[in-house]
């Protein structure tokens, strides 16, 4: 409830999808453990064809739930990055005064336990600069994530593990306080600074 809190009465619920995924995911693991132990104690008892389709129609039941929700989780997961990638067009682009500090607060509000995102620029000496994702390992390595970039210019971006870092890009990381601090050292970075 802390990370994916109900929303209030007649407001959207913003965690909705992340919390039915949560929620199928746990209701699998549970049919699991449930299931399996009964078909083992049972099995000798009962007829093979119809326990097999019995167990099929459960598995394909819980299989169509879960699928909905991950794709309910994707939209939601999707929509989160879309309004990153914005953030940092508005940060990277906008005025020179602090349009971020709003443009985050309200980013945290509409989705809850993503954690606090970090607006970081990538400095022209970093060794970073001219790296993909993938070999950098930021994920890997630190545990932070790299939820977007913007660049000033071309059209800012949902990065992909290929994607090749450019001196001024300005990423948006996410983690704990200590993944992200990793991620600046890794990749040569301090956080953005708004006056510039």
Not at 20 to 40: D, F, K, R, S
Not at 163 to 170: I, K, N, Q, S, V
């Amino acid at each position: 409830s802390a990370a994916l809190p109900i929303g209030r009465a007649g407001k959207p619920d913003l965690a909705a999808a992340p919390r039915g995924a949560l929620l199928a995911v746990l209701q699998l693991g549970t049919a699991v453990l449930v299931i399996l132990p009964v078909l083992a104690l049972t099995q000798p008892f009962l007829p093979r064809v119809p326990t097999a389709a019995l167990l099929g129609a459960a598995v394909l039941f819980l299989g169509l739930s879960f699928r909905r929700s991950a794709r309910d989780l994707q939209g939601h997961a999707r929509a989160g990055a879309l309004v990153m990638v914005d953030v940092l067009a508005r940060t990277a682009a906008g005025p020179r005064r602090d349009p971020r500090v709003d443009a985050l607060a309200a980013f945290r509000a509409m989705f809850p336990g993503l954690g606090e995102p970090v607006a970081v620029r990538l400095d022209p000496r970093s060794p970073a600069v001219g790296r993909t994702l993938s070999e950098l390992g930021v994920r890997g390595k630190t545990g932070a994530t790299v939820l977007a970039i913007a660049r000033e210019e071309e059209p800012v971006m949902i990065p992909a593990a290929s994607e090749r870092l450019r001196a001024g890009d300005l990423l948006a990381l996410a983690g704990t306080h200590e993944a992200v601090e990793a991620a600046r050292e890794l990749l040569g970075s301090e956080a953005a600074d708004p006056s510039s």
